[in-house]
């Protein structure tokens, strides 16, 4: 099915700009998975991802996935509500004449939204973004992704920096986690 997609790119320019959200829940805490693993990253990608159409990496070959989780300048946070994970941060610092950080991907899975875990693990995504020293600190969200995604990051002060239009073939309905999960 073809649909008509808005992508909004965010950006921070200063780490001044981040209004933090409210305490993480108690329970969950947000930790580096500090051991890059193929496996962690693409299971993150489709649990978090499956509901919002994300599938830009479902093609992906395994060598692909291990280029992309073990690159230096790419990290994996993990929200953790009692053990289990909850939500991801994956960011990558692009360094060179353009210092920047994107949020490359942030969400959480479905049993987890609503829960007042998304403003939190947003802001602890972002100030990490800060300690790695960028000029800016950036993401897109596009008009399949969850209704709090861009109230989320408007919220936690990032600019409209651009806004692009564009129509895309996406599946019937959302693929969720799995095939057949929803």
Known sequence: MIVDLTEWILE???PRDLTPGRELPLGIEVRQAE?????????LYTAVGGDWYWTGRL???YAEWQAWVERPEHETWIAYD???P???AALVHHTGDDD???IANFGLMAPFIGRGIGAGLLTAAV???WMLGPRRVWLSTCSLDGPNALPNYLARGFRIHAIEHARKDVPERPIGPWPGAR
């Open 12 to 14: 921070m320019t200063d």
């Open 35 to 43: 051991v890059p693993s193929v496996e962690l990253s693409r299971f």
């Open 59 to 61: 093609g992906w070959t």
């Open 82 to 84: 009692r053990g289990t």
């Open 86 to 88: 909850a939500g991801y």
């Open 100 to 102: 920047q950080v994107e």
């Open 127 to 129: 100030r990490r973004a």
